[in-house]
């Protein structure tokens, strides 16, 4: 440290000494500027700057999230050319439930690499959680239809482009989007998301697919986090209000302030309560999010006004719960109850 100094201020008095040469017939000026130099260099060293500042080996580690955004921000302001560097600041400000800053930084990183497909999915992921609605819009679609047309086994890109097919009311290009996933996934993945399709073409006014024979019982073992879950309905509302017995009722695992898309459901009716039921990786439509990934989800029950698991004006939702995997017991879910 000490010898750092020492060689910056002769080297700035070295410094002075050449630009001020052409003063040194007035003896007191040329001495002058000589000192001055190296004054003024320690003095902006002591305001600006320390040698170890130069050396990132030396920089104090981050000890919240607070602090590694704040560090991350003022890198990426001296360089803006990082793009691994936006993608971390979108994770943690997506962790700390800043969505539309995490959208703005998986932006710039968007911008700064086109043709890295990974970056753009997460861009268009990004642009859903930042909609008040959770929704996929014009621009995410566009981005996802673009990493398609690019690459069509993006699984990503075509999972998140269905629900944002759904989202906006064209379910039979949802269907026939999830449809070529279908023949890549295993049994369980794959049943789960045929009653998404299925869903979509029932919407779009199509025959459901052809039946398939049962997938083989997934071993006990192999299960990996289970939730069990009981559904009721609020008798004072039940009282009140007379709820079609036919009516379809969902009952969704979902990743707390994520995509809308479950990560587990089974389909109900309304006639059906009250009743018990067990999700599990089985009842995963989403391949590449299954339950037991998860270190906490939100459960949720939906009288759908549709008849479809996509939520729309009309739905009749319980109080959603969120649980801590792997959960214990039996998460209580009511439909009707006051919030």
């Known amino acids: 440290m000490t010898l750092f100094v ?30 001055a130099v190296p004054v003024l260099a320690l003095g902006l060293y002591t305001l ?7 050396d990132p ?3 104090r580690a981050p000890g919240t999230l607070d602090e590694a955004i704040a560090q991350l921000q003022a890198d990426l302001q001296r360089d803006p050319r990082q793009i691994e560097g936006w ?17 703005d930084a998986f932006g710039q990183a968007a911008r700064l690499d086109p043709e890295n497909l990974g970056v753009q999915v997460e861009y268009a992921e990004s642009r859903s959680r930042a909609h008040p609605e959770r929704r996929f819009d014009d621009e995410a679609i566009s981005v996802l239809e673009q990493v398609l047309a690019y690459d069509p086994g993006q699984e990503r890109a075509r ?26 996934l295993g049994p369980q993945a794959a049943a789960g998301l045929r009653a998404q399709i299925d869903d979509a073409r029932l919407a ?42 036919e009516s379809v009722l969902f009952v969704l695992a979902r990743v707390p302030g ?8 089974q389909r109900r009716r309304v ?5 018990e039921l067990t999700l599990s990786d089985a009842d995963s439509p989403m391949p590449t999010q299954t339950l037991s990934a998860l270190e906490d989800v939100e459960i949720v029950a939906r009288v759908s006004a549709s008849g479809t698991a996509t939520p729309s004006d009309g739905d009749l939702n319980s109080r959603p719960v969120r649980v801590r995997l792997p959960a214990e017991g039996v998460v209580e879910l009511v439909i009707g109850a006051a919030p």
């Open 87 to 103: 993608r971390l600041l979108g994770r943690a400000l997506q962790e700390q439930g800043r969505f539309d800053a995490s959208r």
């Open 6 to 35: 020492v060689i910056s201020l002769l080297l700035a008095a070295i410094t002075g000494a050449v630009l001020a040469w052409p003063l040194r017939r007035t003896r007191a000026v040329f001495i002058a500027f000589i000192v």
């Open 57 to 59: 080996g030396q920089r």
């Open 204 to 245: 779009a006014g199509l025959d459901p697919l052809p039946a398939v024979a049962d997938a083989p019982a997934q071993d006990a073992a192999d299960a990996g986090h289970t939730v069990r879950v009981r559904v009721t309905v609020d008798p004072d509302y039940a009282a009140r209000i007379h709820l079609d017995p």
């Open 271 to 275: 006639a059906d309560l009250p009743f």
């Open 159 to 184: 999972l998140f482009l269905g629900i944002a097919y759904r989202q906006a009311g064209r379910d039979a290009d949802a269907a026939s989007t999830w449809e070529s996933l279908l023949p890549d």
């Open 48 to 54: 600006i700057g320390v040698p170890a500042a130069l």
């Open 258 to 265: 994520g995509p809308p898309m479950p990560v587990a459901v």
